[in-house]
């Protein structure tokens, strides 16, 4: 099984702070890598696939990067509405999610 | 609108049995593979169970193997799980989702409904 490992696990930032995520997985992975938000009590959102694609609406201040076992999601300039869990998934054997990086605003 | 909606969650004792569904609608269902995925409370996000469009492919996550089915009614724009023998460690969000083909993103999600199994 592949496991994936994010960092930090928790964080605050200020708005238009830079925020990165990281996202290390157990094998190589390419880039079957995909980043999603989850605001308080809602559904997941996917915001960037195969590592480093925007999804159709998502705000171009998200970014996606890496490949193999080493991935980074990054928000250029942190709004209010960005608060809530962030978390990668691989696909590249049956599916796997990170334990989260709960992200919320000075 | 295009959308996926979770139904028949609740409280259920150790051992028995519980069926979801997730009910497609505003896209064409039969194309793409849909999921289950849960979320304990206050956790993270656990993949459970993935169908083929066809019905014909299932995989599922090592803890519910033999224990859960997932199956689909492409006629009737529905996905299905069955869950027998629940535990506590099932107690869950369960939310359904669909991957567009050749693509491992969950593009769309259900709201999800919550599954509790105590005595």
């Known amino acids: 099984d592949i496991q994936m490992t994010q960092s930090p696990s928790s964080l605050s930032a200020s708005v238009g702070d830079r925020v990165t995520i990281t996202c290390q997985a157990s094998?190589?992975?390419?880039?079957?890598l995909n980043w999603y938000q989850q605001e308080p009590g809602k559904a997941p959102k996917l915001l960037i696939y195969d590592a480093s694609n925007l999804q159709t609406g998502v705000p171009s201040r998200f970014r996606g990067s890496g490949s193999g076992t080493d991935f980074t999601f990054t928000i250029s300039s942190l709004q209010p509405e960005d608060v809530g869990t962030y978390y990668c998934q691989q696909y590249e054997d049956l599916y796997t999610f990170g334990q989260g990086t709960k992200l919320e605003i000075k | 609108q295009v959308q996926l909606v979770e139904s028949g969650g609740g409280v259920v004792q150790p051992g028995r049995s519980l069926r979801l569904s997730c009910a497609a609608s505003g896209f064409t269902f039969r194309t793409y593979a849909v999921h289950w995925v849960r979320q304990a409370p206050g956790k993270g996000l656990e993949w459970v169970a993935v169908?083929?469009?066809?019905?014909?492919?299932?995989y599922y996550t090592d803890s519910v193997k033999g224990r859960f089915s997932i199956s689909r009614d492409n006629s009737r724009n529905t996905l299905y799980l069955e869950m027998n023998s629940l535990r506590t460690d099932d107690t869950s969000v369960y939310y359904c989702?669909?991957?567009?083909?050749?693509?491992?993103?969950?593009?769309?999600w259900g709201q999800g409904t919550l599954v509790t199994v105590s005595s």
């Open positions: 989702a669909r991957t567009p083909a050749g693509r491992g993103a969950f593009d769309l």
């Open positions: 169908i083929s469009y066809d019905g014909n492919i299932k």
């Open positions: 094998q190589d992975i390419s880039t079957d």
